[in-house]
């Protein structure tokens, strides 16, 4: 992964025109340090989700927003038509979604967002490749499903994404808890407990509209 910016669409094409790449030389430094050591924390707790993150994930992007009495919209995202790019803000050293905070300068919120966005990354290519959801289900024209918690609809492949996030998410809060001094640690099991919750409720909706999915599709990501 490599610091800034070699990305084939502008931002402004990419929607994120309200933002602008993190360049200054000594913030750059910084952040990468703080890349260097949830790579550390990955590489010891989650070697698995290590190499997804190499494979997927070619270069980070730092962002900012270009008014800086904005605060920061999300932690990290990726696109499908930026491929292999995952793009972060400050707020990735200590969110986790769907809302919770990690302070003290702990690695894991960072190491669990670049493990989140390689996620996407790999299932963007295999829903191009039509290995998990039938083409006629894709896109806006297909089903949906509610998203209370957001006040909104979602397509099936972005609930399929998020539930799968969402899955991975408690499966890496439970092993960073492990390892968490008290403090941090009751913030990582509420965290936990919400990833669970999004998860349980996405695949209990997904699982309604199963005929739409490839055999075995659902059971390969844990959606059961």
Request: charged content about 25%.
């Amino acid at each position: 992964m490599t610091e800034p910016l070699m990305i084939t669409h502008s931002l402004e094409t990419l929607g994120l025109s309200h933002m602008k790449p993190i360049q200054r030389q000594g913030r750059v430094a910084v952040l990468q340090d703080h890349l260097e050591k949830a790579r550390d924390w990955i590489r010891t707790h989650a070697p698995g989700d290590l190499l997804r993150l190499n494979q997927y994930t070619r270069q980070v992007v730092w962002l900012a927003p270009r008014n800086p009495s904005e605060k920061s919209i999300f932690a990290s995202c990726t696109l499908a038509n930026e491929r292999g790019t995952t793009f972060l803000t400050p707020l990735a050293l200590r969110y986790l979604p769907p809302h919770s905070v990690i302070e003290h300068g702990h690695p894991y919120p960072l190491a669990e967002n670049l493990i989140h966005e390689s996620i996407h990354q790999q299932l963007y290519e295999e829903f191009e490749q039509g290995e998990i959801l039938s083409e006629s289900a894709r896109g806006e024209s297909g089903p949906k499903i509610q998203i209370d918690w957001r006040s909104t609809v979602w397509t099936l492949e972005k609930s399929f994404h998020a539930c799968v996030v969402y899955r991975n998410a408690e499966r890496l809060r439970k092993v960073a808890n492990r390892y968490s001094d008290q403090e941090a640690g009751q913030s990582l099991s509420d965290a936990t407990l919400s990833a669970k919750n999004a998860a349980d409720t996405l695949s209990s909706q997904i699982k309604e509209h199963a005929r739409y999915f490839r055999t075995g599709a659902l059971a390969q990501w844990g959606i059961e």
